[in-house]
Nanobody
């Protein structure tokens, strides 16, 4: 079992920056390996959508709406993924969820962290 714990959300003014972090840890004495990790977001009344993802080797993928403003990175030694968000706009206000591929084709979600951008 894998637990994902997010941090770094909050309230920021338009044009500001935030850095989200998500740390993966094991919750049982089983094989622990993390593959691809990513960030999703869900705004009120909308479906959850992919923001960015990163493979174990560091290949990245971004939603078109965040390219050039958001950067995803990871520290494999710490099993942690980051999302640096710059030049934030009110339309990115949402709950941001961390996602990770675990061992044996498992997939895990974090509890979510609120990001609110005021105009």
């Amino acid at each position: 079992q894998v637990q994902l714990v997010e941090s770094g959300g909050g309230l920021v003014q338009a044009g500001g920056s935030l850095r989200l972090s998500c740390a993966a840890s094991r919750t049982s004495r089983t094989i622990f390996s993390i593959g691809s990790m990513g960030w999703y977001r869900q705004a009120p009344g909308k479906q959850r959508e992919l923001v960015a993802s990163i493979t174990l080797s560091g290949s990245t993928n971004y939603a078109d709406s965040v390219k050039g403003r958001f950067t995803i990175s990871r520290d494999n030694a710490k099993n942690t993924v980051y999302l640096q968000m710059n030049n934030l706009k009110p339309e990115v206000t949402a709950v941001y969820y961390c996602n990770a591929d675990g061992p044996f084709s498992t997939n895990y979600w974090g509890q979510g962290t609120q990001v609110t951008v005021s105009s």
